[in-house]
């Protein structure tokens, strides 16, 4: 029988154990400065995320797209 989903774990954590987490984290920072931390820790993973698209290479069938190939040369 599989668990039920709102039971599942994230990271290898217990459901008790991310409440208990959540809570030390409200205390730390207090209910007033949340909504700025996960404000900022999505934009922080938004630029990540574009930062990590934009150094991907080009996905091709190995031909190459011809941006880095020498101009051709002309016979004489």
Known sequence: MLPHPCLAT????STGELVVILLIILLLFGGANL???TRSLGKSVKEFKNAVKEEDPPQGDGQGSGKDAPPPQEKP
């Open 10 to 13: 994230i990271f290898g954590l």
């Open 35 to 37: 909504p700025k931390l």
